[in-house]
């Protein structure tokens, strides 16, 4: 039997570079897909995650507060609650809460921010900002609305302190 030549020795191998480069894109476009189909799935439960649970706490602020407004923020499941001054707050307030996937899409991400405006000093404790994780695949819905719902109280605690009450109590209450 006669050597390959050195011509049939470099198609040899790069026929077989050619075999392993193909199942590598091959794998590669199987990791963006699992990928895609993870991110697409997180979004979708990042939206339902705000308009089930967010979206209806921040509405009931707005419907029992006067002034509120609520808008949809420039992040996608991003929401904005503000409470302009008016004659029975002193101040005004702005409330926002995003729901989103972490940058490797395995972690349902909510944040929160709150603040009374102009901050001052000695002002009513607001919650610090932050936010928690729940795990993408089946966040669930309880968990983040105990934990919007104990932040949207403690705001609510706070700008209730800067509301201009009369001097002289109702007739009937003590």
């Avoid at 979708?44 to 967010?54: F, G, L, M, P, Q």
């Avoid at 349902?108 to 928690?132: E, K, M, N, T, Y």
Wanted: net charge neutral.
């Amino acid at each position: 039997m006669s050597t390959p030549s050195f011509q049939e020795r470099v198609d040899e191998l790069l026929r077989g570079w050619d075999v392993r480069c193909r199942e590598i894109a091959d794998l590669a476009a199987q990791e963006r897909k699992i990928r895609e189909d993870r991110i697409r799935r997180g979004e979708e439960t990042a939206r339902k995650i705000a308009d089930a649970v967010v979206r209806p706490f921040l509405a009931h602020l707005v419907d029992r507060l006067p002034g509120g407004v609520l808008r949809t923020a420039h992040t996608p499941g991003g929401l904005q609650l503000c409470f302009p001054r008016n004659e029975q707050f002193s101040r005004s307030a702005e409330v926002q809460v995003r729901v989103e996937l972490d940058p490797e899409a395995e972690h349902l991400r909510v944040h929160f921010s709150a603040v009374l405006i102009p901050i001052l000093q000695g002002d009513p404790q607001v919650p610090a900002a932050g936010f928690r994780e729940w795990p993408a695949r089946n966040p669930s819905a309880d968990e983040v609305a105990s934990w919007i719902g104990d932040r949207l109280m403690a705001f609510l605690q706070a700008y209730l302190k800067t509301h201009r009450c009369d001097d002289k109590p109702a007739r009937g209450r003590a």
